[in-house]
């Protein structure tokens, strides 16, 4: 007997996936870090965003040499909030988010947002999608042991979909969302919108890369978005 097909399920990072907040998050941090008196590049930033708060912390006393003390640590997570928060009222849903979200919820495909952000900074920016984690599915850094690449945010968002993780896409813009989609055994679909270039992205284990979220609306019959 031939069984039926299992329905695909698509997990979303946010930042850089859906909505365009890449560069606010990376000169957040750089304020934060400068307020503390602590020099580090631009670039070296942006490198790390997306990955958990703890390996992004241990990355930086790497390449500062400097130790940060759970007191410090606690400083630069306010600070970066404070600076988050002034950027984050003009920050944009990325081309298509909206309507690749509406387009899966209109035939009934599952999905989920899975972000290593907080509520805090991303409960605002949920706003612009117009997603309520009161009604729709939403996995931040505040609910799970370990963020990426860990693979323990987009398992809880399938277990909330009651979705097999194993037929799921990972949608996401960086290597840390690829690594952990391969964790967990999914399918990764990189995006171009958070800086990251298409090798980087084919080699941390995406299948399909495409530009943004409209890119991939156009080609979702590709990766299993139907019906």
């Known amino acids: 007997m031939i069984k039926a097909r299992q329905q695909t399920s698509f997990l979303f990072d946010l930042d850089g996936t859906l909505v365009d907040s890449v560069y606010d998050h990376v000169l957040a941090w750089h304020d934060a870090l400068q307020e503390e008196g602590i020099g580090i590049s631009v670039w070296r930033l942006h490198r ?28 630069l997570r306010q600070l970066h909030i ?45 706003k612009i999608l117009g997603v309520d984690p009161e009604k729709h599915v939403v996995i931040t850094r505040d609910l799970v042991r370990y963020a990426k690449p860990d693979p323990d945010l987009f398992l809880a968002a399938a277990e909330r979909l009651e979705a097999d993780i194993g037929t799921a896409c990972v949608v996401g813009d960086a290597i840390w969302d690829m690594l952990a989609a391969r964790r967990a055994r999914a399918l990764g679909i ?16 995406a299948y399909r890369v495409y530009e943004d979220p409209a890119d991939l609306l156009l080609h979702i019959d590709e990766v299993g978005g139907r019906r």
Do not use: C, H
């Open 48 to 75: 790390k965003i997306g990955m958990s708060g703890g390996l992004f912390t241990k990355a930086l006393a790497r390449e500062t040499g400097r130790e940060f003390s759970p007191e410090l640590l606690d400083r």
């Open 82 to 126: 404070k600076y988050y928060g002034q950027r984050s009222p003009r920050t944009r849903a990325l081309p298509g988010a909206r309507e690749l979200l509406a387009y899966l919820s209109a035939n009934d495909i599952p999905w989920a947002i899975a972000t290593s952000g907080r509520i805090e900074t991303a409960g605002p920016v949920l």
């Open 190 to 205: 990189g995006l171009l919108s958070g800086g990251y270039g298409t090798e980087e992205l084919e080699r941390a284990g």
